[in-house]
T-cell receptor, first 111, second 113 residues
């Protein structure tokens, strides 16, 4: 099945800094999502982005499907951005509906 | 529109007990799945279903049973709980095309003592 790798595994920022999180995937995809898991354990959908670029406030994401990677940008970080960010991909083709997750990036934003 | 609803949110079981984690979605999604989340492991797929009456195993299926009698519901059963099943469980649903956003429930935190 598809492999999903995220980097870096941990990231510590000062409030106001910018950051880029990366997600590499091993095969073509028709579903690529970014999630934020907050300190209460909830998985929050950030972006559905199998290709192209999207922006939502201080967050944006870009997926280059031909090169099999996706980037999540966080600008002017805030302490509420802390938590784990997951990338998940669903492989194209057939009846394979397995959404595979990376191991996540643990982001800590200090005041 | 409630999305994906999981119950219970928290549960403590004794080793050997059985229980069912409930998952229901109201978006008419064909594809539903169960994941478990353990520290440092991300989310791993337990079982999934591509429609009523059809289920299949994921990455870590041992110790769990599922069935899908309706499009809306996808319960996960632990027949004889073990401490290794202590984890956070998430249910998800996706439209059949796969080319759309997956939605997740709020999770069930299970402790087996």
């Amino acid at each position: 099945g598809i492999q999903v790798e995220q980097s870096p595994p941990d990231l510590i920022l000062q409030e106001g800094a910018n950051s880029t999180l990366r997600c590499n995937f091993s095969d073509s995809v028709n579903n690529l999502q970014w999630f934020h898991q907050n300190p209460w354990g909830q998985l929050i959908n950030l972006f559905y982005i199998p290709s192209g670029t999207k922006q939502n406030g201080r967050l944006s994401a870009t997926t280059v499907a031909t090169e099999r990677y996706s980037l999540l940008y966080i600008s002017s970080s805030q302490t509420t951005d802390s938590g784990v960010y997951f990338c998940a991909a669903l492989n194209s083709g057939g009846s394979n509906y397995k959404l595979t997750f990376g191991k996540g990036t643990l982001l800590t934003v200090n005041p | 529109n409630a999305g994906v609803t999981q119950t219970p949110k928290f549960q403590v079981l004794k080793t050997g007990q059985s229980m069912t984690l409930q998952c229901a979605q109201d978006m008419n999604h064909e594809y539903m799945s169960w994941y478990r989340q353990d520290p440092g492991m991300g989310l791993r797929l337990i079982h999934y279903s591509v429609g009523a009456g059809i289920t299949d195993q994921g990455e870590v299926p041992n110790g769990y049973n599922v069935s899908r009698s309706t499009t809306e519901d996808f319960p996960l059963r632990l027949l004889s709980a073990a401490p290794s099943q202590t984890s956070v469980y998430f249910c998800a649903s996706i439209p059949r095309s796969g080319r759309a956003e997956a939605f997740f429930g709020q999770g069930t935190r299970l402790t087996v003592v």
